[in-house]
């Protein structure tokens, strides 16, 4: 694993970023720790190397646990260090199965509306804030302090006018 991951980048910040969903969210507890690695290794290895970032790595993994990778009739996670095919969430029992695949496709929702912050259970980024245009001096209809107000004269007057009637 760790002559695989040398060369992909974003393998070890991904691996570590599961490791803390393992820990946080009580379905992924159950998930073997040579499991995880061998999904994100494998789900790295089907990204477009233009692609290959940390958060495109986990929405991968996300998105081959939601198809349903540890069901049962599903392909599994065969290990390759197993001369006979084996499954490497073998232990793994049918409810727990059914639990990682449901928590994955939440996660995988969030990921894809934007709101990655809550699967990583972090707090909302601050909204961006709108910058203010500077104030263009010169501007027809007006003086640069009536500008830099947003109103022109001609305006003033007819909200003034608008008032008193």
Not at 93 to 110: G, M, P
Request: hydrophobic share 40%.
């Amino acid at each position: 694993m760790q002559s695989q991951a040398h060369r992909m980048p974003s393998c070890t910040v991904a691996l570590r970023i599961l490791r803390d969903m393992c820990l946080r969210m009580s379905a992924w507890n159950a998930l073997p720790e040579w499991a995880l690695e061998l999904l994100v290794q494998k789900s790295i290895l089907t990204l477009d190397p233009s692609e290959n970032s940390a958060g495109m790595a986990i929405q991968r993994v996300l998105e081959i646990l939601s198809a349903g990778l540890l069901l049962p009739g599903g392909p599994g996670l065969m290990d390759p260090c197993e001369r006979d095919a084996a499954d490497a969430c073998a232990d793994l029992t049918f409810q727990q199965r059914e639990d990682i695949t449901a928590s994955a496709q939440h996660a995988l929702r969030l990921t894809v509306f934007r709101q990655f912050y809550r699967v990583l259970g972090m707090d909302p980024p601050a909204p961006p804030q709108a910058r203010k245009r500077p104030a263009v001096e010169g501007a027809e209809g007006g003086d640069a302090d009536a500008t830099a107000s947003g109103e022109s004269d001609s305006k003033k007057a007819k909200t003034e006018e608008a008032v008193t009637a």
